[in-house]
């Protein structure tokens, strides 16, 4: 499986970003897909999953209520809806794929990975 994660730039504070995630080789109809992200001189950490319904979705608390995670199985692409974006949101951003179906906020669920887009938000 290959990913390709894409829409990341600058923003200012408060702004909107949309990522994508497209993956090729495989369909990701069966599986978790979730977005990590990783700050400057940070671990890096669970943003959001959803499965492969699209049914159940999980977020990390720093960003609930202004990311939305969803997908388009018919076109093998995650997306991140993020909304109010703040300056501590600045990071680069993986989107992953979890074949297993379990413990979907941890790094180590997660079988492949994309090459991030970096997310740069100003003050």
């Known amino acids: 499986v290959q990913l390709q994660a894409s829409g990341g730039g600058l923003v200012q504070a408060g702004g909107s970003l949309r990522l994508s995630c497209a993956a090729s080789g495989r369909t990701l109809s069966n599986y978790i897909m979730g977005w990590f992200r990783q700050a400057p001189g940070k671990e890096r950490e669970f943003v959001a999953a959803?499965?492969?319904?699209?049914?159940?979705?999980y977020y990390a608390d720093s960003v609930k209520g202004r990311f939305t995670i969803s997908r388009d199985n018919a076109k093998n692409t995650v997306y991140l809806q993020m909304n109010s974006l703040r300056p501590e949101d600045t990071a680069v951003y993986y989107c992953?794929?979890?074949?297993?179906?379990?413990?979907?906020?941890?790094?180590?669920?997660?079988?492949?990975w994309g090459q991030g887009t970096l997310v740069t938000v100003s003050s």
């Open positions: 959803i499965w492969w319904s699209g049914s159940s979705t």
């Open positions: 992953a794929v979890n074949r297993r179906g379990i413990w979907p906020m941890l790094s180590r669920s997660y079988d492949y």
